[in-house]
Structure formats: C-alpha cells, structure tokens
T-cell receptor, first 113, second 111 residues
Framework: NAGVTQTPKFQVLKTGQSMTLQCAQDMNHNSMYWYRQDPGMGLRLIYYSASEGTTDKGEVPNGYNVSRLNKREFSLRLESAAPSQTSVYFC????????????FGPGTRLTVT | DQQVKQNSPSLSVQEGRISILNCDYTNSMFDYFLWYKKYPAEGPTFLISISSIKDKNEDGRFTVFLNKSAKHLSLHIVPSQPGDSAVYFCAAVKWANNLFFGTGTRLTVIP
C-alpha cells in the first residue's frame, strides 16, 4: 500500500515553461486535493476534486489547471510557470463525505527561475 | 486573510514534560478541526481531530481541547519524546472537506 505518491520529487523550471505534477492514490478515496506550501504561510488549497469527473477551485487557483484522470489520479498543470509559483506542492486524498482526514503525498519541490 | 492562526512559530520542551501547542481561528463556521505533524521532506501526517460538538478528544499521549467560545484549540502531548520533534499544523474544515491550515509550530523536544 503506497498511499499517495507524487512525481517528480524535485523540478527546476525557467519562467514561461510548462509542466505537469502527477499524483496517484491507492486507497480508493473519492476526493483528491492539491496544496502549495510557502514559508510562513502553511498549506493553501489550489484545486480539489470531490469525486471522479469533478474539479473545483480552492483558495489560490490562478496559474494552475487540474485533471482528475480517473479515481486514482489527479494532476496539476502549470501552463506558463512564474517565479511566484516556486513552492512545495502536496497532493492529498480523503474518503470524502463525513471523513475529513486527508492523507498527503511526500511533496514536489518546484523552483521557477 | 489567515483564518487559522498559530502564533508561536516554535516551542522547545524537555523530554518527559508536557508540550502545549495552540491554535486560534476566526471563522465560526468551522465545524471540525485536525492536527497534522510534518517531518522535513515528508508530507503532513494526520495526528488527531475533534468535532465542534466536543470539547476534548484523547488518543494515547495526544489530547486536543476545543474552546468554541474563544475560537481556540490546543494540542497537548504528554509525555513529550524526542521523536515528537516536528512541525505541527492545525487545520479547520468549513465546507466540502476543504482544510484551512495554520502556519505551523516547530516543536523541539530536548533529550
């Protein structure tokens, strides 16, 4: 049972480049989430997917797009990276409904120069 | 606008003593609260939670207290152990299972 996995672990991009962060969970969870963590700011929700086939904006969605590929996979895309998107990105999943506990992946550290 | 606040960035405690981590929130619509623990280069891991209809929840060495009138919750760790050294985040749920996180408190347990 791997839980929540994320690829890549590290990435350096130049301003304007694009990339997709991948996330997969093997816990048969309905809901999946993308967060970013910046120094001194805690984790902030970028996008979430309450169930397969649905996605919604979180607190800081600008500059990002997401795809819920199937129940297991939820990807985050940066179309044109900016230095302000330098951050650590975490994917999480939860059972949804009355199950509030979210389970997190190990994170992707992204630097945009 | 930070709706969940952890005003102490760091805390140091001797091994065996009690660690008390505090968290305040501003939105009275929050109805569920969680504590997460995070080691460097890892994702946060769930520790303990409490519903707004309770004022205390206990799990082994960890107890969470909720004071709704003060919009305050705290995490007590007794006795503290060196392996508890980590960053602790409190989080609150308002809708659609979306978590609002505090900024974290770095706990150091001194052997």
């Amino acid at each position: 049972n791997a839980g929540v996995t994320q690829t890549p672990k590290f990435q350096v991009l130049k301003t304007g480049q694009s990339m997709t962060l991948q996330c997969a969970q093997d816990m048969n969870h309905n809901s999946m989430y993308w967060y970013r963590q910046d120094p001194g700011m805690g984790l902030r929700l970028i996008y979430y997917s309450a169930s397969e086939g649905t996605t919604d904006k979180g607190e800081v969605p600008n500059g990002y797009n997401v795809s819920r590929l199937n129940k297991r996979e939820f990807s985050l895309r940066l179309e044109s990276a900016a230095p302000s998107q330098t951050s650590v990105y975490f994917c999480a999943s939860s059972g949804g409904g009355s199950s509030y506990e979210q389970y997190f992946g190990p994170g992707t550290r992204l630097t945009v120069t | 606008d930070q709706q969940v606040k952890q005003n102490s960035p760091s805390l140091s405690v001797q091994e065996g003593r009690i660690s008390i981590l505090n968290c305040d929130y501003t939105n009275s619509m929050f109805d569920y609260f969680l504590w997460y623990k995070k080691y460097p280069a890892e994702g946060p891991t769930f520790l303990i939670s409490i519903s707004s209809i309770k004022d205390k929840n206990e799990d082994g060495r960890f107890t969470v207290f909720l004071n709704k009138s003060a919009k305050h919750l705290s995490l007590h760790i007794v006795p503290s152990q060196p392996g508890d050294s980590a960053v602790y985040f409190c989080a609150a749920v308002k809708w659609a299972n979306n978590l609002f996180f505090g900024t974290g408190t770095r706990l150091t347990v001194i052997p």
